[in-house]
């Protein structure tokens, strides 16, 4: 069968922006990833934070093709492969595996997820953060080093989620893997305690009765 392979922003400048890929009955999305990275290899050590979409829909790795399917592959909105935004769902599975290794005893993963009650109790129906992109992604660079610096050996990632997020997705996810958990755990709170207090992102919460309500802070 066969499918057209679209790809985005840096993806597309290691690769191209369409290409036609001829695959076996029954192959998956990762098939497809694998068919292009065969035809652009310098889009393999990007795998490990691309997601994916079918017929303009989100669709995870294994999920099957058939003839005439239109496949993306797209990268997050800015930052590198630890530490960045993005406006798509936050793939956390993908994350931990990113970030855990195997000298690594302990991984933390810590998930933020909007949610439908606010702090006053009225019914939240979505969320909607805003970000200084430039300096956002700077900061999340800065603050993964800084883990490293402080608990040598343990590593960290971190996404946050920009622009509209619905009641009950991941809104900002963090790993972070240690040779024991008492390193983990701590390195997991640092990471959060200084997004709080340092990331310009800001939140818009939309209430059912209409109103708006925009705080600093993830």
Same mark, same amino acid.
């Given at each position: 069968?066969?499918?057209?392979?679209?790809?985005?922003?840096?993806?597309?400048?290691?690769? +191209?922006?369409?290409?036609?890929?001829?695959?076996?009955?029954?192959?998956?999305?990762?098939?497809?990833?694998?068919?292009?990275?065969?035809?652009?290899?310098?889009?393999?050590?990007?795998?490990r934070?691309?997601?994916?979409?079918?017929?303009?829909?989100?669709?995870?790795?294994?999920?099957?093709?058939?003839?005439?399917?239109?496949?993306?592959?797209?990268?997050?909105?800015?930052?590198?492969?630890?530490?960045?935004?993005?406006?798509?769902?936050?793939?956390?599975?993908?994350?931990?595996?990113?970030?855990?290794?195997?000298?690594?005893?302990?991984?933390?993963?810590?998930?933020?997820? +909007?949610?439908?009650?606010?702090?006053?109790?009225?019914?939240?129906?979505?969320?909607?953060?805003?970000?200084y992109?430039?300096?956002?992604?700077?900061?999340l660079?800065?603050?993964?080093?800084?883990?490293?610096?402080?608990?040598?050996?343990?590593e960290?990632?971190?996404?946050?989620?920009?622009?509209?997020?619905p009641?009950?997705?991941?809104?900002?996810?963090?790993?972070?893997?240690?040779?024991?958990?008492?390193e983990?755990?701590? +390195?997991?709170?640092?990471?959060?305690?200084?997004? #709080?207090?340092?990331?310009?992102?800001? #939140?818009?919460?939309?209430?059912?009765?209409?109103?708006?309500? #925009?705080?600093?802070?993830?």
């Amino acid at each position: 069968m066969r499918v057209q392979a679209r790809c985005f922003a840096s993806l597309r400048e290691v690769s +191209a922006a369409c290409t036609e890929l001829e695959l076996p009955p029954g192959a998956t999305l990762d098939d497809a990833w694998r068919a292009l990275a065969r035809i652009h290899p310098g889009l393999e050590p990007h795998r490990r934070y691309v997601l994916t979409a079918r017929n303009a829909a989100f669709a995870r790795w294994e999920t099957p093709l058939t003839n005439g399917d239109e496949v993306a592959f797209l990268p997050p909105v800015s930052g590198g492969d630890d530490a960045f935004l993005t406006d798509r769902p936050i793939d956390v599975a993908a994350l931990e595996a990113q970030v855990a290794g195997r000298p690594h005893g302990a991984v933390v993963t810590f998930v933020g997820r +909007a949610r439908e009650l606010a702090d006053d109790g009225r019914i939240v129906v979505e969320l909607d953060y805003e970000a200084y992109p430039e300096m956002a992604e700077r900061v999340l660079a800065e603050i993964v080093a800084g883990v490293r610096e402080r608990w040598p050996g343990t590593e960290a990632a971190v996404v946050h989620r920009i622009g509209t997020v619905p009641i009950g997705d991941v809104a900002v996810a963090i790993v972070t893997a240690a040779m024991h958990r008492a390193e983990a755990y701590e +390195a997991n709170r640092f990471v959060i305690e200084a997004i #709080k207090e340092r990331l310009p992102v800001w #939140k818009r919460e939309r209430f059912a009765d209409g109103s708006e309500w #925009k705080r600093p802070g993830a």
